[in-house]
């Protein structure tokens, strides 16, 4: 799993899902708020990634360019995004046109009437 990962599974949870994840939770949430296109989102979490990665090199011996690694940890990362940028969207959606739209789930909103 370490050789996967670039790094071990206490350091992955702790720095990608812990540290980054919240990151890019704030990051989705954000991006939404403010209007902001989704493709930013992918964008900010490629960069994120490359953050990640770049700390669990540099505190906890991680490889730095292991490539499986990046691509999970900016998997990870981009799917907890997208998932604060899309919740946030539907709640700006509903509560900024109440008289249009309701919430039709977490993730989507449905035209009123």
Not at 74 to 93: D, E, G, S
């Amino acid at each position: 799993m370490s050789e996967l990962l670039g790094t071990s599974l206490p350091v992955f949870i702790g720095v990608t899902l812990i540290l980054a994840g919240g990151a890019a939770y704030l990051t989705g949430q954000a991006l939404g708020a403010t209007w902001r296109p989704v493709w930013q989102v992918v964008a900010y979490a490629l960069l994120l990634g490359c953050a990640d990665r770049f700390i669990t090199f540099a505190l906890f011996d991680g490889i730095l360019v292991s490539l499986s690694g990046y691509v999970i940890d900016t998997a990870v990362i981009a799917a907890i995004a997208l998932f604060a940028f899309r919740v946030t969207r539907v709640h700006k959606m509903v509560s900024q046109y109440p008289w249009l739209y309701e919430k039709a789930g977490p993730f989507a909103w449905r035209d009123k009437g």
